[in-house]
């Protein structure tokens, strides 16, 4: 039964970070696709959790929380949890994006209101 117990903790720790990828030519390169990510779907008491759900209508698994697209419009889908209200929104994000470059999801919220706001923001 000990093994079982390691074997699943395994599992979600090396699943908590697979990205799916969603560009049209099927490109992998960093330069030739925009990495958008959200957080990890199993958290350990984080205050907020911004969740990619899905990304031009594909719905990410459970144990992916990025997407690698190409350039260009895409619309996002995004869950804003905030446990200590027990307050989950979704979001619709309509955004534009370059190849090459890195993204994430970043939320403006209060223990009291939930999540106000979802911003797409660009890593530096």
């Not at 979704?90 to 090459?100: C, D, I, M, S, Y």
Request: contains cysteine; charged residues 20%.
């Amino acid at each position: 039964m000990k093994m079982l117990y390691s074997a699943v903790i395994a599992t979600l720790l090396c699943s908590g970070c697979a990205t799916v990828n969603l560009a049209e030519s099927g490109e992998t390169q960093p330069d030739a696709v925009a990495h958008i990510s959200g957080d990890y779907r199993v958290t350990a008491g984080l205050p907020v959790t911004v969740t990619l759900r899905s990304v031009d209508g594909t719905a990410l698994k459970f144990w992916q929380n990025a997407a690698d697209v190409g350039s260009g419009k895409h619309r996002l889908l995004v869950d804003c949890r905030v446990p200590a209200s027990e307050k989950l929104s979704r979001h619709e994000l309509n955004v534009t994006v370059h190849a090459g470059e890195r993204y994430y999801l970043a939320a403006e919220a209060s223990p009291h209101q939930g999540c106000i706001e979802v911003k797409f923001v660009a890593k530096d």
